[in-house]
Nanobody, 118 residues
Framework: QVQLVESGGGLVQTGGYLRLSCAAS????????MAWFRQAPGKEREFVAG????????YYADFVEGRFTISRDNVKNTVSLQMNNLKREDTAVYYC???????????WGQGTQVTVSS
């Protein structure tokens, strides 16, 4: 199976920043569209940001409001999420996901905790 491993989560203050990283199985990474989701306590998992395999198109949830940037490196087999100006509402477990077919994320990482204190 495709393996996804997230890292970079932690505790930050409001207005701070974090950079999340997801390491994927190397052989077929470039074929997958990638995305970040998050799940806050008591809430359903929600889409945060996505990027096509080529890196040419990116998509963001409305709540991102220009604060986050998703990127990928098909040589290093990683996808990143730069999160700036973090809000308390951003507190959640963030998951990396991979999609082979549009609209269907077949593979998921274990998640990394992001906690924003205020």
């Amino acid at each position: 199976q495709v393996q996804l491993v997230e890292s970079g989560g932690g505790l930050v203050q409001t207005g701070g920043y974090l950079r999340l990283s997801c390491a994927a199985s190397p052989r077929t990474f470039s074929r997958y569209a990638m995305a970040w989701f998050r799940q806050a306590p008591g809430k359903e998992r929600e889409f945060v940001a996505g990027i096509r395999w080529s890196g040419g198109s990116t998509y963001y949830a409305d709540f991102v409001e220009g604060r986050f940037t998703i990127s990928r490196d098909n040589v290093k087999n990683t996808v990143s999420l730069q999160m700036n100006n973090l809000k308390r509402e951003d507190t959640a477990v963030y998951y990396c996901a991979a999609s082979v077919t549009a609209g269907n994320y077949e593979y998921w990482g274990q998640g990394t905790q992001v906690t924003v204190s205020s």
